[in-house]
């Protein structure tokens, strides 16, 4: 099947991502119900505010127009209760000039004459001096509006003076005006009765009436413009942190690295999202404009509306920028909450900052504007704060296209326009997405990998020729130095005549058709590093994780890694696949280097990965996926409905094909795993662990879809399950350390390696005629001779036996005898009372623990190992970990004249370590065997004392006594 190239490619891998964006976005429907129509809850919360404020304020004149103001007749002196944040008890006026008689009954008339309320005598206080009242009203503040000062200069002649507390207060939103309220009704109580007083006319008419402008609407309180930055900011959080859980998720989860296996296009991906969010963004803004207008919003209904929505859409968009950029520093989803809270936080802080004048006015410099608009949320609050005033008053006409580039007329700090705004959203959008994009590629993606700092000055990266170098660990980590590798050659023979045929086709240069990958000295190491934290530096060293492999690997064939945990398998197979980058060698394949970055997009074209943990979106279905991986390999479209029903068909979830795999079992994830590897016919297919966690059935039935894979391609496995290696592989391979161990097919490996051949002899059950004790007796003669006869011709002992079967193993190098003893054993079977001999070769397992174990031994021994092996005497040495034979120190006598010496049994625990299992009993030290001095001398350093004067541990001594 041809598969699509190049720009047809990237279009129909950004078409498939898209349509997975757009699924994910409608399965998560409360996410995305947040992200769109959270507006509608936060205009409302802005026009109850505004409505709030506006009975507070609607009390004052200033905030209504005024066309045919009201008169204020006489307005009476005010109880001292009324003013704001009085102190009781109180006076409603104090005054000087007590010494005067006439003056007193002035200011008795004043409190008699008030029009509407006579004032008691308690509630005024006399002085003598005005320097009386100053020290009075000092004494005791807030506890008297006013104070009046009378002079009596002579018969015809008072004067008066005037004073009160001149600050306005505001109280629950209501102004206080001192001369209003106080001033003028005691200057005009006062004047009123000097003035009765001086031409003795007690009823002498005095009218006064006050009255305001006519004016149109002075201030007004607008929550868009104050409240609404804050607001609008907890809008755009939504999206914010769902843009970024969702980027880390797809990082956390693997799941981009599973689609750039895949061959998947950067470019696809990001502008996936990008176009995603966008229409989000688009629509989020059009409903929050719309909302404002439903409300009614002078902001929203003055301002033209393209202004407006263009302020919203540029501003959530380039929080989506800003999303992108901060999901490149985190690497865990459940992060993203705390990153958006912070995010809000400081924006809510920088935009009060910012409404209160902080840097956009000319008492700041251009490079403090500049930082702070750097900050989306700050940009916003100056551009509501600008279109806010633009609709401060009924008379204001709002900000029309025509004008987003000027400065409102009555703006005389005007710095920066909307225009100006709009280009500082832009431009940093579109920093904030490259800033993603190049942090994404240098810092470590899930597997430790990154791009160097300056990739993007490498012409190659531009070109597509080369360029692609990787490294690894994180930036600002100091690496260890590589620890070389010692003699490599293998000890086996088959390794080794692998290892010689691939090292020559390698050094003719010669790539055979024939072959699907070809392995050159592949090693690895995963570099150790110093991170230096702020109070601890924590080490960790360099791991050989490969130590240079040379294998094959032909086509059409099912070739099968096997290892304990930690072998190198998965190593192996992410160097192979890209994943990880090699450290040194290179492998081939179908011709490809895998160091090349053309070559490894060559590769990824035609490979399928099944990696060892399922790499799926929970809320994407079986045929989703399908899709979407068919679509990023390339397939032709036409071709994708029939692929995906027919990849479903193999792995039997047809009928879970539309469920999400959330709900699959792990043995169906699997199973999608490997459909998912399959697809597209991939030449190679690499499968690390695919039957894990399947039942009987259905494994048996992947080992059914994976014997009908084989056919035209090669396939690399890796499992833990013997009986699958033994069913589905071509060849095997077993790992152990960094080192290919053994290769061959598996009788080859058995009888290399398996302890050789398992005899099992099944006893005829006992004639009825004969009773059960009799019974026992005749089974125990049988079973004697027969072990008789093994000893005798074989020298084996039985490994297992029961009363009605024995079980021998009998070694690869007395195969040759094994026609005749097997001839006779067959001819006695009666004699015996035999009803069943069966003959097999050594399990596989046997073999994969043989090679463990030895494997164990070989790293002990190089990292010299000790451990303590306690004699059933009591004696305790310390001996290597993995030796066999052991003697013991000063045991020279007369009777052992060598010595003494054990055998010890090796096992291993259950994490794999080499441990003692026991020891045989305590013989002499064949004299053949060449002794150490130490098993003799008294003085050895077997039994050294150390520095404190303690005696040291007592030290075996490893011996070969063949
Ligand atoms: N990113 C890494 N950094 C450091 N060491 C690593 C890294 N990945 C793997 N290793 C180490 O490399 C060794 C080989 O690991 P690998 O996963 O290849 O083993 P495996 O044979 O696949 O084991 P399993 O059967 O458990 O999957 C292990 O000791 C592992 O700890």
Known sequence: MELQKGLKLLLQQYKALFMKNLLLAWRNKRATFLQLFSSIFFIFLLFIVQKAINAQFGSSTSFKTVRDPEALIDPPIPPCEDKYYTKLPCFDFVWSGSDSAR???????????????????????????????????????????????????NATVISYGLQTNSTPIAKRGHYEDPTFKFAIPLQIAAEREIARSLIGDPSFSWIVSLKEFAHPVVETYSSVGTAGPSFFLAIAMFGFVLQISSLIVEKELRLRQAMAMMGLYDTAYWLSWLTWEGIITLFSSLFIVLFGMMFRFDFFLNNSFGVVFLVFFLFQLNMIGFAFMFSSFISKSTSSTTVGF??????????????????????????????????????????????????????????????????????????????????????????WVSLAIYFDNIFPNSSGVRKPMFYCLNPGYWSGKGGNKVEEGRICSCMWSVPTLGNTYPDDEDVLQEENIVKQQHREGFVDPNLAVQIHGLEKV?????????????????????????????????????GPNGAGKTTAINCLTGITPVTEGDALIYGHSIRSSVGMSNIQKMIGVCPQFDILWDALSGQEHLYLFASIKGLPPASLKTVVQKSLAEVRLTEAARVTSRSYSGGMKRRLSVAIALIGEPKLVFLDEPTTGMDPITRRHVWDVI??????????????SMEEADILSDRIGIMAKGRLRCIGNSIRLKSRFGTGYIAHIRFSATSANVTPSREDVTASACHE??????????????????????????????????????????????????????????????????????AEF?????????????????????????????????????????????????GQDDAGALCISGHSNETSIPSHVQLPDALSSSHSHTSRRNFLGRSGPVHGIVINPN
């Open 103 to 153: 003056i007193g009954s002035i200011v008795d008339r004043i409190r008699a004459n008030n029009p509407g309320r006579p004032i008691p005598s308690t509630k005024v206080k006399p002085f003598r001096t005005k320097g009386e009242v100053d020290a009075w009203l000092f004494a005791n503040p807030m506890t008297c509006p006013g104070a009046l000062h009378f002079v009596e200069r």
């Open 342 to 431: 912070s995010v809000y936080i400081v924006g809510f802080l920088t935009q009060v900052v910012t409404i209160f004048g902080f840097p956009y006015t000319d008492n700041f410099s251009n490079t403090q504007r500049i930082i702070w608009s750097f900050f989306p949320p700050n940009l916003l609050a100056k551009a509501l704060q600008l279109l806010s005033d633009a609709t401060s008053t009924p008379q204001d006409p709002g900000i029309r296209w025509s004008h987003i580039g000027k400065c409102a007329p009555n703006d005389i700090d005007c710095i920066i326009t909307v225009s100006d705004i709009y280009i500082w959203l832009v431009s940093t959008f579109i920093l």
């Open 526 to 562: 995963y570099p150790g590093r110093t991170n230096i934290g702020c109070c601890n530096c924590k080490r960790s060293a360099p791991y050989h994780a490969l130590k240079g492999l040379w294998m094959n690997f032909p086509k059409d064939q099912l070739f099968c890694l096997l």
């Open 707 to 720: 014997e009908n894979a084989k056919k035209g391609r090669a396939i690399i496995l890796t499992t833990h």
């Open 785 to 854: 001779e027969v072990k008789l006869f093994f000893k005798d011709r074989l020298d084996v002992v039985p490994k297992d036996e029961n009363k009605s079967f024995l079980t021998f193993v009998i070694p690869h190098y007395k195969e040759d005898r094994l026609t005749k003893f097997f001839e006779e054993l067959e001819n006695r079977e009666e004699e015996f009372g035999i009803s069943d001999i069966q003959l097999s070769l050594a399990t596989l397992e046997e073999v994969f623990l043989n090679i463990a174990k030895q």
């Open 858 to 906: 070989e790293s002990a021994a190089a990292e010299g190992r000790f451990t303590t092996l306690t004699l059933t005497s009591g004696t305790s040495l310390q001996i290597p970990v993995g030796a066999r034979y052991i003697g013991i120190p000063e045991t020279v006598s007369t009777e052992n004249p060598h010595g003494v010496m054990v055998e010890v049994y090796w």
